[in-house]
């Protein structure tokens, strides 16, 4: 059975970096794409981006482009994904995703992580 | 980008009635390669991420019960729950990965009348 676990909530100041991981079992990791969404209190989903496990492969949204870098490492089946410069409407619940097909970047998502707070204050 | 617009924002349904969903892109999301709408549907319950429902607009996923049917083609998307349970309150998502980047309808909340 598929399970994406996340790493536990983060409190950060503007400014700062975090750092969210996402650690996959029960499939080979290396064989789907891992995308990131995310959402603000009470909000919809936004898409941030991809990472092709296997090739170390990305793309982002363009408005995450210059603040967001997603990664992974294929030897504990982990993603991750860092948000640079955070500002206060970076709170959010930050969720990665599995595609549902081997091998498609964009396709619809069959598993997802349990989320992770990240809050943004002073 | 493409832009998914979905009506109405909230509803309220009575037990064992039917609830519709809309959902719209800006523009059209089936591929003429192979004649598929591009289109998942999601429903997100309290404190939960969003679980897959429908996907190609009309299949369901394993396991999803069969009072969940989506139709629709090229920019024009409905999700139909033929009769509501209570376990159907929830937030849902239509979804486009026609191209990126990907993007989601605002949600409907759907509660009980």
């Known amino acids: 059975q598929v399970h994406l676990v996340q790493s536990g909530a983060e409190v950060k100041k503007p400014g700062a970096s975090v750092k969210v991981s996402c650690r996959a079992s029960?499939?080979?990791?290396?064989?789907?794409?891992i995308h990131w969404v995310r959402q603000a209190p009470g909000q919809g989903l936004e898409w941030m981006g991809w990472?092709?496990?296997?090739?170390?492969?990305?793309n982002y949204a363009q408005r995450f482009q210059d603040r967001v870098t997603v990664t992974s490492d294929t030897s504990t089946s982990t993603a991750y994904m860092e948000v640079r410069r955070l500002r206060s409407d970076d709170t959010a619940v930050y969720y990665c995703?599995?595609?549902?097909?081997?091998?498609?970047?964009?396709?619809?998502?069959?598993?997802w992580g349990q989320g992770t707070v990240v809050t943004v204050s002073s | 980008d493409i832009v998914m617009t979905q009506s109405p924002d909230s509803l309220a349904v009575s037990l064992g009635e039917r609830a519709t969903i809309n959902c719209k892109s800006s523009q059209s999301v089936l591929s003429s390669s192979n004649n598929k709408n591009y289109l998942a549907w999601y429903h997100q319950k309290p404190g939960q991420p969003p679980k897959l429902l429908i996907y190609w607009a009309s299949t369901r996923e394993s396991g999803v019960p069969d009072r969940f049917s989506g139709s629709g083609s090229g920019t024009d998307f409905t999700l139909t729950i033929s009769s509501l349970q209570a376990e159907d309150v929830a937030v849902y998502y239509c979804q486009q990965f026609y191209n990126i980047p990907l993007t989601f309808g605002g949600g409907t909340k759907v509660e009980i009348k």
């Open positions: 029960g499939y080979t990791f290396g064989g789907y794409y």
């Open positions: 995703a599995r595609v549902s097909e081997m091998v498609y970047a964009e396709y619809y998502f069959d598993s």
């Open positions: 990472i092709n496990p296997s090739s170390g492969g990305t």
